[in-house]
Nanobody, 120 residues
Framework: QVQLVESGGGLVQPGGSLRLSCTVS????????MGWYRQAPGKQRELVAT???????NYVDSVKGRFTISRDNAKNTVYLQMNNLKPEDTAVYYCNAEIRPIGVPTTNYWGQGTQVIVSS
């Protein structure tokens, strides 16, 4: 059974930093694109950043220059370093990954979400 476990959320002041982590566990053949999404209260879930297996990255315009996505393929882990945080970054952040478990077709998996609150 595949699981995505996130950590690193919390309360931070504007201008501060947080680092989110998401580790995939289970019987896995391959992990392809990994990413982070977020959902603010009353809004739709939006893409924040993605990273392919070959480390190509993509960001939503609002976080470019402030957030950095990275991954450690040996640890099945994806990270999101968030700097210069703004109140509008407040949201629940979700990890997402395209995973091919052993004996199962490639499927999109989600983490449980981690809350990020940016407030003074």
């Amino acid at each position: 059974q595949v699981q995505l476990v996130e950590s690193g959320g919390g309360l931070v002041q504007p201008g501060g930093s947080l680092r989110l982590s998401c580790t995939v566990s289970g019987t896995i053949f391959a992990i392809y694109t990994m990413g982070w999404y977020r959902q603010a209260p009353g809004k739709q879930r939006e893409l924040v950043a993605t990273i392919t297996k070959s480390l190509n990255t993509n960001y939503v315009d609002s976080v470019k220059g402030r957030f950095t996505i990275s991954r450690d393929n040996a640890k099945n882990t994806v990270y999101l370093q968030m700097n210069n945080l703004k109140p509008e970054d407040t949201a629940v952040y979700y990890c997402n990954a395209e995973i091919r478990p052993i004996g199962v077709p490639t499927t999109n998996y989600w983490g449980q979400g981690t809350q990020v609150i940016v407030s003074s």
